[in-house]
Nanobody, 116 residues
């Protein structure tokens, strides 16, 4: 069974850092691209970072470029999202996603709150 589980969210002050993790199971992790998204209530889910299956290609939304870094450890079936210089507008629920053929799987999400 394909499963993604995010962790690492929490409450952090502006300017702080968090590292999110997405642990995958039930599929050959190294064969698939991974996306990180975030969503605020009442708004559409926004893709903020992408990493290719081998990890050699990454892309970022303009809103996080230069502050967030996506990575992966294929040997452990984990993707990370390192978030630095956090701002209050980064407050959201963060999700990872994988697309396998016609199937899309999301994790349950992890809440990030940036507030003083």
């Amino acid at each position: 069974q394909v499963q993604l589980v995010e962790s690492g969210g929490g409450l952090v002050q502006p300017g702080g850092s968090l590292r999110l993790a997405c642990v995958a199971s039930g599929f050959r992790f190294s064969r698939y691209d991974i996306g990180w998204y975030r969503q605020v209530p009442g708004k559409e889910r926004e893709r903020i970072a992408f990493i290719s299956d081998s990890g050699d290609r990454t892309t970022y939304a303009d809103s996080v470029k230069g502050r967030f870094t996506i990575s992966r450890e294929n040997s452990k079936s984990i993707s990370y999202l390192q978030m630095n210089s956090l701002k209050p507008e980064d407050t959201a629920t963060y999700y990872c996603r994988v697309v396998i053929g016609v199937m899309t799987r999301w994790g349950q999400g992890t809440q990030v709150t940036v507030s003083s």
